[in-house]
């Protein structure tokens, strides 16, 4: 899958399916943590991978996780995602 489908695949999950795609994940999310980050999804942007996550965006999850937790979940989206995601 290249990084442009894997966007578009989070982006248009639902939160089941997210929660599907998180169980191969060290970073388990409770139902709580999954409806606040699952919003979150309709902002990613293929300007990411240039630019980096906007601040606003990286304090969300931070506030939801916790910086410890999000940090882990960012660097497990770059392992598993598509190799033009790293």
Same mark, same amino acid.
């Given at each position: 899958?290249?990084?442009?489908?894997?966007?578009?695949?989070?982006?248009?999950?639902?939160?089941?399916?997210?929660?599907?795609?998180?169980?191969?994940?060290?970073?388990?999310?409770?139902?709580?943590?999954?409806? @606040?980050?699952?919003?979150?999804?309709?902002?990613?942007?293929?300007?990411?991978?240039?630019?980096?996550?906007?601040?606003?965006?990286?304090?969300?999850?931070?506030?939801?996780? @916790? /910086?410890?937790?999000?940090?882990?979940?960012? /660097?497990?989206?770059?392992?598993? @995602?598509?190799?033009?995601?790293?």
């Amino acid at each position: 899958m290249d990084i442009g489908k894997f966007i578009i695949q989070l982006q248009n999950c639902t939160k089941k399916e997210f929660k599907q795609i998180l169980k191969g994940f060290e970073v388990k999310l409770s139902d709580k943590e999954i409806e @606040g980050v699952h919003p979150l999804l309709q902002e990613i942007s293929i300007t990411w991978l240039v630019l980096g996550v906007p601040n606003a965006i990286q304090q969300k999850l931070i506030q939801i996780l @916790g /910086e410890k937790r999000a940090i882990t979940l960012y /660097e497990q989206l770059k392992e598993k @995602g598509p190799s033009s995601f790293r």
